[in-house]
């Protein structure tokens, strides 16, 4: 199995973590560790056309949204040219969400129809950025000993363990049906409170919510539509540990 990542630098370190022995290449516009192709995906220059898997995963700017379905058809043209299983990485977004990021992934899904569809929701894990919930509240605690939820702390959400995204996605590509687009994430429903209070258990760091606002109430993946039947491997006790591990080393 020779893959091929485009853009999306957590999924591509998320599998080299989960699976080390993998051939791993990414296409992005800034350097990664390990082999690296410079380009844009919707211009990229076509390397060697050896890749036997290939995940187009577009990054979370609002720049590059509305280039998406531009993008994914390079990328299709390649996988085409490399006889390669292309997985598109969408969002729960997609399912019902109303912005222009939404839009643009419901958009790109069509003309993924005839490829692997992973619509992807929340996740905990060393390879992802802190500016998101959970993540930002383990390096709050491991930096200053307290953590601070800037909202009213009542929106719900399930983080996945990063290895258990890894594993879906393969599984898709190997095992699931074209066109369809499964849901990828954690069945286990947290409020940004409990996911806070979570973290202060482990790290022993002070809890204050300091806002009185509300973002997406609800951002849960479709038990129906998820990948087998979504249950992760490890509890948000178990992945909020594993993180605090590796960022510590």
């Keep these: 199995m020779k893959i091929l990542v485009t853009g999306g630098g957590f999924i591509g370190r998320a599998l080299r973590r989960e699976y080390p022995s993998l051939s791993i290449t990414f296409l992005s516009r800034n350097k990664k560790p390990g082999p690296w192709i410079k380009g844009e995906v919707t211009a990229f220059k076509f390397p060697e056309p050896d890749f036997t898997h290939i995940i187009h995963a577009p990054l979370f700017e609002p720049i590059w949204y509305k280039s998406e379905p531009e993008g994914f058809q390079r990328v299709k043209e390649f996988a085409k040219l490399c006889n390669a299983k292309l997985l598109y990485v969408s969002s729960g977004a997609a399912q019902d969400g109303t912005d222009d990021y939404a839009h643009w992934k419901r958009v790109t899904e069509k003309l993924a129809h005839e490829d692997y569809i992973a619509r992807l929701y929340a996740f905990i894990g060393p390879d992802l950025q802190p500016r998101y919930a959970i993540m930002d509240f383990i390096h709050q605690a491991m930096k200053t000993g307290h953590i601070t939820i800037k909202g009213d702390g009542q929106n719900t959400r399930s983080w996945m363990w990063q290895g258990d ?22 069945f286990e429903p947290h409020t940004i409170t409990s ?6 258990r482990e790290t022993g760091a002070t809890v204050s919510i300091e806002g009185n ?15 087998r039947d979504g249950r992760p491997y490890k509890p948000l006790e178990e992945s909020i540990r594993l993180t605090i591990k590796a960022w510590a080393s």
């Design 195 to 200: 996911g806070a209070m979570a973290v202060s």
């Design 213 to 227: 606002t509300q973002g997406t109430m609800s951002y849960l993946p479709f038990y129906s539509r998820m990948w």
């Design 165 to 186: 995204m890894a594993k879906s996605l393969i599984g898709i590509m190997e095992d699931g049906y074209k066109g369809k687009p499964y849901e990828v994430g954690s």
